[in-house]
């Protein structure tokens, strides 16, 4: 079972309000990542962590931003909501090293959201 | 570039049968780790098998197996004795071993087990 958690699952929420999407995990990963899906699709690397303080832009464009001031936390804000921000956002981490659990990547419940 | 190829977006399979689903990648590195990932409807993403390349025997994890073919770069994954529960989206995702930490994932194959 993995230990990352996202809140809240399911977010409905009007135009331009700001908002910020939690994950937490408690493995100790180095490494984390959010991802976008519309459901049943492909999944988008958005923004992605090497470590504290390392942020990076991922693939997909996208207008939300990413904090990583604690190891096992890395939210994700969107300033002013829209329609088009209507997603499946998931969360996910990994740890480099040895072992069996190497580069394996553990994914959150995901936050369902909806902008009216 | 690397990229991942999955060519089936959807496929079934009768419960009991056998299923594979085909995974092609593309890169130039020579060591790299490779996933098959399974989220079922509306639930959690969970890994269901992971290969290093340079591991020649295929992975195995209880009824699902792999074919790794590291020079065709393919990296089929065979499901036996279906279940219902195994109805749900597969993705296939790489990594190289090191360098950049992000993992490429193909689009997915949504795979139906029928009754």
């Known amino acids: 079972e993995a230990d990352i958690y996202q809140t809240p699952r399911y977010l409905v929420i009007g135009t331009g309000k700001k908002i910020t999407l939690e994950c937490s995990q408690t493995?100790?990963?180095?490494?984390m990542y959010w991802y976008q899906q519309d459901p049943g699709m492909e999944l988008h690397l958005i923004h992605y962590?090497?470590?504290?303080?390392?942020?990076e832009k991922g693939d997909l464009s996208s207008e939300s931003t990413v904090s990583r001031i604690r190891t096992e936390h890395f939210p994700l804000t969107l300033e002013s909501a829209r329609p088009s921000h209507t997603s499946q956002y998931l969360c996910?981490?990994?740890?480099?090293?040895?072992?069996?659990?190497?580069?394996?990547?553990?994914f959150g419940a995901g936050t369902r959201l909806s902008v009216l | 570039a690397q990229t991942v190829t999955q060519s089936q977006p959807e496929m079934s399979v009768q419960e009991a049968e056998t299923v594979t689903l085909s995974c092609t990648y593309d890169?130039?590195?020579?060591?790299?780790?490779l996933f098959w990932y399974k989220q079922p409807p509306s639930r959690q993403m969970i890994l269901v098998i992971r290969?290093?390349?340079?591991?020649?025997q295929n992975a195995t994890e209880n009824r699902f197996s792999v074919n790794f073919q590291k020079a065709a770069k393919s990296f089929s994954l065979k499901i036996s004795d279906s279940q219902l529960g195994d109805t749900a989206m597969y993705f296939c995702?790489?990594?190289?071993?090191?360098?950049?930490?992000?993992?490429?994932f193909g689009t997915g194959t949504r795979l139906k087990v029928l009754a």
């Open positions: 962590s090497y470590g504290v303080n390392s942020t």
């Open positions: 493995m100790g990963h180095d490494k």
């Open positions: 290969q290093e390349a340079y591991k020649q």
């Open positions: 890169t130039s590195e020579s060591n790299y780790y």
């Open positions: 995702a790489f990594i190289p071993s090191s360098g950049t930490y992000k993992y490429i």
């Open positions: 996910a981490s990994s740890a480099a090293g040895t072992g069996a659990a190497k580069n394996i990547q553990y």
